[in-house]
T-cell receptor, first 112, second 113 residues
Framework: QKEVEQDPGPLSVPEGAIVSLNCTYS??????FMWYRQYSRKGPELLMY????GNKEDGRFTAQVDKSSKYISLFIRDSQPSDSATYLC????????????FGTGTRLKVLA | AAGVIQSPRHLIKEKRETATLKCYPI?????VYWYQQGPGQDPQFLIS???????DKGSIPDRFSAQQFSDYHSELNMSSLELGDSALYFC????????????FGSGTRLTVV
């Protein structure tokens, strides 16, 4: 079993829809959770970063962490065609120099 | 704002050749991480440096080596290249232990023929 599981998609939604992207994980030591967006042939860019449980909102993006269920989510409101990309979750334990474990990424297509 | 710069953007090498990839972190970032992402695969952590010392090591082959220089840029040296080394290599930088997350470079696409 992978440490981090993420549905690869693709996920196709109409413009303006609310998108829900999810990851599950098995290592209860993970404390730092991130979402990255990666356009084709580009390196990932950090979208959201959360520590431990709870919600964090930034513009159209909301990150949610449920440590009891080992489940994290990224919600995108009012999705746009420019949001079409692969979204990677990543996480890391508390101590030491952080080595992030990535999910495989979910490919999202927002249709105009 | 300044970003993480990687060079070259694309590189084509033949089997058994050597390649050197460079990563220039965001100013004041003292930690650099290297990742390898094969086609359709998860990014795999290779190695990281903090204050010019190796701080963590992942699935980096023995044929690869890396270092961080006094100006905090890092170089990934890859020798005896194999076809399976064809991948996107990207680096990330952070401040300290990375609690604020990473900033990634655009990557170097290496093709071994």
């Amino acid at each position: 079993q992978k440490e981090v599981e993420q549905d690869p998609g693709p996920l196709s939604v109409p413009e303006g829809a609310i998108v829900s992207l999810n990851c599950t994980y098995s290592n209860s030591a993970f404390q730092y959770f991130m979402w990255y967006r990666q356009y084709s042939r580009k390196g990932p860019e950090l979208l959201m970063y959360t520590y431990s449980s709870g919600n964090k909102e930034d513009g159209r993006f909301t990150a949610q962490v449920d440590k009891s269920s080992k489940y994290i989510s990224l919600f995108i409101r009012d999705s746009q065609p420019s949001d079409s990309a692969t979204y990677l979750c990543a996480m890391s334990p508390v101590s030491g120099t952080y080595k992030y474990i990535f999910g495989t990424g979910t490919r999202l297509k927002v249709l105009a | 704002a300044a970003g993480v710069i990687q060079s070259p953007r694309h590189l084509i090498k033949e089997k058994r050749e050597t390649a050197t990839l460079k990563c220039y972190p965001i100013p004041r970032h003292d930690t650099v991480y290297w990742y390898q992402q094969g086609p359709g695969q998860d990014p795999q952590f290779l190695i990281s440096f903090y204050e010019k010392m190796q701080s963590d090591k992942g699935s980096i082959p023995d044929r690869f080596s890396a270092q961080q220089f006094s100006d905090y840029h890092s170089e990934l040296n890859m020798s005896s290249l194999e076809l399976g080394d064809s991948a996107l290599y990207f680096c990330a930088s952070s401040l300290g232990e990375g609690q604020g997350g990473y900033t990634f470079g655009s990557g170097t696409r290496l093709t071994v023929v």
